[in-house]
């Protein structure tokens, strides 16, 4: 059988390109979270109140009379969380080098008081399976509470650029969603320990899963089929206005009528 060179040579082009990509992006973020305070993303302080106890095994919130829902986390976390409530949506607020000392010196505690989590009751949790993982580690290694944010922030980094990278490998993508991904609003999500850089890398590996499937049909590997109903089933629990991608899984299962490849 004939080798088509070229095309072996722009795949390891593109392959070449898409690693400089995720390195590039990897370091610009990792340089912005060093820059960046905590809690300065939208929501965040409830992500990860919600994280922590999707961590401990909380599933449902709990709601005390006249009050929202939320959750009993630790009370280190709760105080370090403090710490920097003032700071989103006030840019003429600035903390200080000696607050800023003071939170990072802050400990895991081991005793609990209610956090209210508004708005987070109705999401299914597992999308907050690094977040909780990192905090987790965290508190189990004795870390203070701003490293174990730290490590939060730079797991949940980790995992969006493997999951772009592979989302690449799956279906290379246009120049325009590269850009997409360089915007400054995009980079500081994926700089921050809120929900929307993960969520967004999933759903760009949802896109690359469905196009791959649609481009090869029945010569698509079943594993790709089945991990995208998973990530799918994990963003669409969490992001309700992202139910609507089920329309990518139902119709694969109504076109591909060849079947999947076993490998």
């Known amino acids: 059988m004939k080798v ?11 392959k070449r390109t898409h690693i400089f990509f995720v390195l590039l992006l990897f ?22 109140t919600r994280a922590y106890l999707f961590g401990k095994g909380v599933i449902v919130l709990d709601t005390p009379k006249n009050e ?16 920097f409530s003032a700071l989103p949506f006030h840019p003429e607020r600035k903390i200080s080098v000696a607050e800023l000392d003071a939170a990072k010196k802050i400990k895991w505690s081991g005793t609990k008081e209610f956090k209210r989590a508004p708005g987070m009751a109705f999401y299914f949790p597992a999308i907050y399976s690094v977040h909780a993982l990192a905090l987790g580690i965290g508190e189990h290694l004795d870390l203070s509470v701003d490293g174990s944010y730290k490590l939060t922030r730079l797991m949940i980094l980790l995992a969006v650029c493997c999951l772009l990278y592979g989302s690449f490998r ?6 325009l969603v590269l850009a997409l991904l360089l915007i400054p609003m995009s980079l500081f999500q994926f700089s921050s320990a809120s929900l929307d850089g993960i969520a967004t890398a999933l759903s760009i590996f949802i896109v690359s ?15 790709i089929f089945y991990v995208l109903v998973v990530v799918w089933l994990i963003v669409a629990s969490s992001r309700v206005q992202q139910f609507s991608l089920i329309i990518l899984v139902v119709r694969i299962s109504l076109n591909v009528t060849g079947g999947f490849a076993k490998a």
Not at 4 to 14: C, F, P, R, V
Not at 68 to 83: C, H, K, N, P, V
Not at 170 to 175: A, I
Request: aromatic letters at 12%; one cysteine or more; a negative charge.
């Open 4 to 14: 088509d060179h070229s095309k072996l040579i722009t795949e390891k082009a593109g």
């Open 27 to 48: 370091a610009t973020c990792n340089f912005l979270s060093s820059l960046i305070p905590p809690f300065q993303s939208p929501d965040e302080f409830e992500h990860i």
């Open 68 to 83: 929202t829902s939320g959750g009993m986390i630790d009370s280190g976390l709760a105080r370090y969380m403090d710490a």
């Open 170 to 175: 799956l279906y290379p993508p246009s120049y």
């Open 209 to 223: 899963a469905f196009l791959r499937i649609a481009t090869d049909k029945e010569h698509s590997a079943v594993w």
